[in-house]
């Protein structure tokens, strides 16, 4: 009877833990966009809670990748992300994002992802607007349709930012 039970125990167990995971995207998108400012960029991620740093130098190239874990589900609608980023130090460009996320508990795009995290580098001067989202306002057009999809799912537009 023991011996049922547990079984029993165990079976709903292992269900519970594969339903957990079986909902994780990763995402690995290729940016190779210009930054303005490497201080600004550094002083950004100051203001993460790093998990792992990697470096590579070589006389024609600095790639650094830098992994922290987001916090802010409101602002990630829904649910933060893991964020790896690649970058070239000596050239000041971001390379290539990866994003790991729970989709189960999530409301964002893959658009939405990478939005988010390019608002945040031009919010703190480390790129350029036009750089991050385009010269013909790819940003505007970025906010108005997550700005309807959030009206008709009743959220805020990317959490706590404000569109304008």
Same mark, same amino acid.
């Given at each position: 009877l023991w011996l049922g039970c547990t079984c029993y125990c165990l079976v709903r167990y292992m269900r519970y833990l594969k339903d957990r995971v079986s909902g994780s995207l &990763? !995402?690995?998108i290729k940016v190779n966009k210009k930054l303005k400012s490497m201080p600004a960029l550094h002083s950004y991620i100051t203001t993460k809670q790093i998990n792992m740093t990697d470096a590579a130098t070589e006389p024609t #190239? #600095?790639?650094k990748r =830098? &992994?922290?874990q987001e916090r802010d589900n409101d602002k990630w609608l829904g649910s933060s992300p893991k964020i790896e980023m690649t970058y070239d130090g000596l050239f000041h460009f971001v390379l290539v994002l990866t994003y790991t996320i729970d989709r189960k508990r999530s409301n964002a795009t893959e658009e939405d !992802? =990478?939005?988010i995290l390019l608002l945040? *580098? =031009?919010k703190v001067g480390a790129m350029d607007k036009e750089v991050a989202f385009g010269s013909e306002g790819a940003e505007e057009e970025a906010r108005?349709? &997550?700005a309807a999809k959030d009206k008709s799912e009743g959220k805020g537009? *990317?959490?706590r930012f404000? #569109?304008?």
């Open positions: &990763t !995402l690995r #190239s #600095s790639i =830098v &992994t922290w !992802l =990478v939005n945040d *580098f =031009v108005e349709a &997550t537009l *990317f959490g404000k #569109s304008g």
